[in-house]
């Protein structure tokens, strides 16, 4: 069994910042990319930032790229997600992605979700 649970969700006001964890769990070899994922209503889920395992290189959105910073740690099976200069599109529900190496193939796994508010 591999868990991916998120937690940092909240109501923030537009200009403020959160910080987003993702924490892996259970039988896991190794992990290849990571990443947060966003859903606003109505709208499809769509990529916020990624990050590699060994060169933790990164890939964002254009509407979150200097915003947003996206990190991991590889010892705790960790990826966050800082978010900074918040604004009302932001507002969504925030999805953890891992490729879990598990009996040497790479599975795609997801969190249940956080929502994030912005409002004024």
């Known amino acids: 069994q591999v868990q991916l649970v998120e937690s940092g969700g909240d109501l923030v006001q537009p200009g403020g910042s959160l910080r987003l964890s993702c924490a892996a769990s259970g039988s896991i070899f190794g992990i290849n990319a990571m990443g947060w994922y966003r859903q606003a209503p109505g709208k499809e889920r769509e990529l916020v930032a990624t990050?590699?395992?060994?060169?933790?290189?990164?890939n964002y959105a254009n509407s979150v790229k200097g915003r947003f910073t996206i990190s991991r740690n590889n010892a705790k099976n960790m990826v966050y997600l800082q978010m900074n200069s918040l604004k009302p599109e932001d507002t969504a529900v925030y999805y953890c992605n891992a490729q879990i190496i598990r009996y040497g193939k790479p599975y795609d796994y997801w969190g249940q979700g956080t929502q994030v508010t912005v409002f004024s």
């Open positions: 990050i590699t395992n060994l060169a933790g290189s990164t």
